[in-house]
């Protein structure tokens, strides 16, 4: 559970909604509330969770980061140790013929998933 939530900015401009297929909207969703409850198990506290989805005729971008501190950025844990919530994103990505990434970018810990918007279900 949130504490709280402090928002610094709102940078959010849609250019156009569009319905997503349910699979693909479930997985979103999974992905968004996985990633940000990591956020908050993990980061260091103050953490900004920065939310990007990009989007366009064929697939949907999801994209969660967070800035790490230099300790945090070492790899001293596999990405499925205690527990298994990217591993089960992973597979659930993947039944969906996407791909995800997690690890650490520049100095952000981040969580990318592509999913294409058709779906064989």
Known sequence: MVSSWKSTSSRLMPQRIV????????????????????????????????????QDEANIE???SNRVRAA?????????????GLASLAE????LSGTLTTGVEHDDWVVRANLPLTTQS
């Open 19 to 54: 319905e997503l297929p349910p699979l693909v909207r479930l997985t979103v969703q999974r992905i968004l509330q996985e990633a940000v409850a990591n956020v908050i198990r993990h980061a260091s506290a103050g953490a900004e969770c920065r939310l990007a989805l990009r």
């Open 72 to 84: 945090d950025a070492a790899p001293s844990r596999s990405v499925t140790s205690g527990g298994m």
């Open 92 to 95: 659930r990505v993947s039944l």
């Open 62 to 64: 999801v994209t969660v």
